[in-house]
């Protein structure tokens, strides 16, 4: 024990000196602030494309709070920046070894067989399941919002393995108070715009009943926070009599000021502070005080400020609630400890109802309660990735590729910003934020659901197209964010692009205006009976309204244009320059490729041409040119701007040409990437996977080329190509870098391209079916059959018996591969799931 805390003394001296020097006595009188109105609590989010007031409110207001700090087990915030931060910690102390252990951050490699969301809607709450091996835990957190959306409830609940049912753990809630304000106190501090403090009478050994916190901010208003000791079935351990001091049966208090960007380190300043009370026993007691005591976070220096620590210690099954409550939320609506549990109740079954209303579950999916649970997990996990970043980012505008160098580059960036972002995130472990290319796959089963909010994500992303019409392909934002991603990885480059599938899911919304020509804009839309949050109205107002998304598409779309021109600009290939290509200049090549790693496009790893040159043209590439044309063309049609129209459509017509001019390769029969011989002459790459499908899978391919649709299906069902009995591999069995270097998109299954392949087999079969032949027919309807299976029934079984969805999966044997909780664009199987069972 002695040794721990000098290590953690050496690492951690420092934070605290810090820290030290920021610790102020808050008061309340400091501040002025005047009763707020309601309308003026929620932030003032202009309305975009006519929505009506108090939808807006509504809207806005439901969706303020959520577990939006996704990187961490358990971390509530609302969608305001430098505003109140709380988060869930816990470790166990039957031992000294288990503070080594401490659970905060949602870590890849903890020894957690399950976490996740089970049920969950982010205007509702939900419930999140935690199995802890290291603890022999089950820990069950139910979060739950007032129907004004202001206020919030969680019960967290632990009950332990068969064998180990008198274990002992400490829990630790936080809640830090952020907002520093510009003018400089007389100690050269920055005041701050708000409180948070202790209202019990300060008790040095502990406290019994409920700990109460208050609060105020600008944003916020008044507000207060209040934990409780659970029902009188909980039990605390004894301890030492000898240290009756330390009494592991009272909660445990302790505050301190941290500046703003500080509050996310709350599980290093909690061990600080944990250190030097642990050192000061050790000089008093020595090494014989038991860890549930020795381990209670003492009030030893009675810091006051805007962070709080609020300890518990159990010895088996307990529970006790955290409630949050703004004091404009009526007292019929509030969150109570004695009404929390029927609230949970009432909200489990809304998702329930819901879920079976948006989903309905196809053959032979649809009999089988474990098919449902696992859908009803993929839908939640993938909201409960919603995430809200605020804060600064590094880019380096500076660094010009060389277009005939293939070499690494080391990029030097500079902070921009501050940005902010609402976004899902591919997995909370792992990738705990924004990715430009995974985000339209991660809103594709959320379109139906919940519509409005796939608004809100899309227009959270396309507020950050920059005046060249730039987005940063991965969003780190704020120093919380960078500390969770490798320094190499952190800079973004203007000169790198990624993958335009937001344009994809836009295009998706689009088509529910079936007919733009009549769309009629001059009768008001109306918003019937939104009297609650429980309203149905409440997130499909965009699809149930035609005339909104018109009007947001009209405000939105010069920024669309500058992302398209500047996605087509900078990203197009050489064909004035050689005699073979032609006139048309629809040809393109990724950006900040290297002789290893393309990762522009998105699938790192998979081979292209070697060696490489820049007279390269790539089909994925053009292929999403064609996906954002299509897009554009939509748009400009709905908006009747008959001029773009028909430049967007001669474009279309001009990729469509050239996917088959050019990239299409008879010898191999399948499109391919493009380069050039010693003699300038065009060659076709062909490294058959995902790459040659993409004029299939984006659906650019005429409807009456059945001939290439053939080859493309011959390609998929053969297991010595593509075929496998969970899914279809990256690259070909039979390609000379198949399962070589670092393998990532070189064999393995990935889920977003099987969606794309399986919605392509049903769409080529819905206009193509005219054009082929009886055995074609036969063809595409077992391919299809059979890949839906294969690929829901593996990804069932993997998360039956690991817990988790995961990124990708081994083509050989269906085992699991690379981030666990991958609950982003893996989560399309939902998708499929709902698609019918034959065509």
Request: net charge negative.
């Amino acid at each position: 024990m002695t040794n721990w805390i000098k290590r953690t003394k050496i690492c951690l001296v420092a934070l605290i000196l810090q820290l030290s020097l920021y610790s102020v006595v808050v008061r309340s009188e400091q501040f002025h602030f005047d009763i707020y109105e309601s309308e003026d609590v929620i932030e003032d989010v202009e309305s975009v494309g006519g929505f009506n007031q108090q939808y807006t409110e509504l809207s806005d207001a439901s969706l303020l709070w959520g577990p939006y700090r996704s990187s961490l087990y358990f971390g509530i915030r609302p969608r305001i920046p430098h505003s109140l931060l709380s988060g869930l910690m816990w470790f166990g102390v039957d031992d000294y070894g288990g503070l080594h252990n401490i659970r905060h951050v949602y870590e890849k490699y903890d020894p957690v067989r399950k976490a996740n969301w089970i049920s969950y809607d982010p205007r509702l709450g939900g419930r999140e399941v935690i199995r802890d091996d290291d603890y022999h835990i089950e820990l069950t957190i139910d979060y739950v919002k007032s129907s004004d959306g202001l206020s919030w409830g969680a019960k967290i609940r632990g009950e332990y393995m068969q064998g180990f049912e008198y274990n002992k753990l400490a829990l630790v809630w936080y809640s830090g108070l952020e907002g520093e304000s510009d003018e400089i106190n007389e100690l050269g501090l920055k005041t701050r715009n708000g409180y948070l403090q202790l209202e019990n009478r300060p008790q040095q050994e502990g406290y019994r009943g409920n700990i109460k916190l208050g609060g105020i901010s600008e944003e916020l208003g008044m507000f207060d926070i209040e934990i409780n000791d659970g029902p009188a079935s909980n039990r605390h351990p004894k301890g030492d009599p000898k240290y009756h001091f330390l009494d592991p049966s009272k909660t445990q208090h302790l505050s301190l000021a941290v500046p703003d960007d500080n509050t996310w380190r709350a599980k290093d300043i909690f061990l600080a502070l944990l250190s030097d009370s642990v050192e000061d026993l050790l000089e008093t007691n020595g090494n014989a005080v038991p860890p549930e005591q020795a381990f209670l976070l003492r009030d030893m220096k009675h810091y006051q400020g805007n962070l709080h620590f609020v300890q518990k210690v159990f010895e088996g099954k307990f529970e006790f609630d955290i409630i949050y409550t703004n004091k404009l939320t009526r007292p019929t609506e509030m969150i109570t400890f004695d009404n929390i549990n029927e609230k949970i109740d009432r909200n489990l079954k809304i998702f329930d109802d819901k879920f079976n209303d948006k989903f309905q579950l196809k053959a032979p999916y649809d009999k089988q309660s474990k098919h449902l649970d696992f859908a009803k997990e993929l839908l939640s996990g993938l909201l409960g990735g919603l995430t809200y970043a605020y804060g600064d980012h590094l880019v380096d505008r500076e660094t010009k590729f060389d277009d005939e160098s293939f070499e690494e580059y080391k990029l030097k960036g500079s902070l921009e910003g501050p940005h902010e972002l609402f976004s899902l995130v591919p997995s909370r472990p792992f990738f705990s934020r924004g990715f430009l290319w995974d985000e339209g796959f991660h809103l594709i089963p959320l379109i139906n659901y919940d519509s409005d909010l796939v608004f809100e994500v899309l227009q959270s992303w396309f507020n950050l197209i920059d005046e060249d019409g730039w987005i940063a392909r991965e969003q780190i934002l704020g120093p919380e964010a960078r500390s969770r991603v490798p320094e190499e990885f952190q800079v973004q480059s203007p000169e790198i692009v990624n993958p335009p599938t937001l344009m994809l899911v836009f295009t998706y919304l689009l088509n529910n205006i079936k007919d733009p020509h009549n769309l009629d804009l001059d009768t008001p839309y109306n918003v019937d009976d939104i009297t609650s949050l429980d309203s149905k109205n409440l997130g499909s107002l965009i699809l149930n309204n035609p005339k909104l998304l018109y009007n947001y598409t009209q405000n939105i779309y010069p920024k669309l244009k500058t992302h398209y021109e500047w996605f087509k600009r900078t990203q197009q290939g050489l064909y004035r320059e050689f005699e073979d290509r032609g006139t048309n200049g629809e040809v393109y090549r990724w950006r900040g490729r290297t002789l290893t790693h393309c990762l522009a496009s998105g699938i790192d790893d998979y081979p292209r041409a070697l060696p490489a040159d820049i007279a390269e043209l790539n089909i994925d590439l053009l292929s999403w040119i064609g996906v954002m044309t299509r897009s554009m063309k939509m748009i400009a049609e709905l908006l009747h701007l008959d001029e773009d129209y028909e430049q967007y459509k001669k474009t279309e017509e001009a990729i469509i040409e050239n996917i088959d001019a050019i990239h299409w390769s008879e010898e191999h029969q399948a499109y391919c990437d493009v380069s050039v011989d010693d003699d300038d002459i065009n060659i076709h790459v062909c490294h058959k996977g995902y790459v040659t499908l993409f004029p299939f899978l984006t659906k650019l391919i005429p409807e009456h080329e059945v001939s290439k649709i053939e080859s493309i299906v011959d390609l998929i069902s053969d297991p010595e190509e593509l075929w496998t009995d969970f899914g279809l591999r990256s690259l070909s069995k039979s390609d000379e870098y198949y399962k070589t270097e670092e393998n990532y998109w070189r064999s393995p299954i990935w889920i977003n391209i099987n969606y794309m392949a399986l919605d392509a087999l049903q769409h080529y079969y819905d206009i193509s079916k005219s054009y082929m032949s009886k055995e074609l027919k036969e063809k595409v309807t077992s391919t299809y059959h059979q890949l839906r299976l294969n690929i829901i029934n593996n990804i069932a079984d993997k998360w039956e018996t690991t817990g988790y969805i995961w990124e990708a999966y081994e083509d050989d044997s269906g085992k699991e591969k690379g981030a666990k909780n991958f609950l982003g664009w893996s989560s399309t199987v939902l998708i499929m799931m709902t698609m019918p069972e034959n065509l």
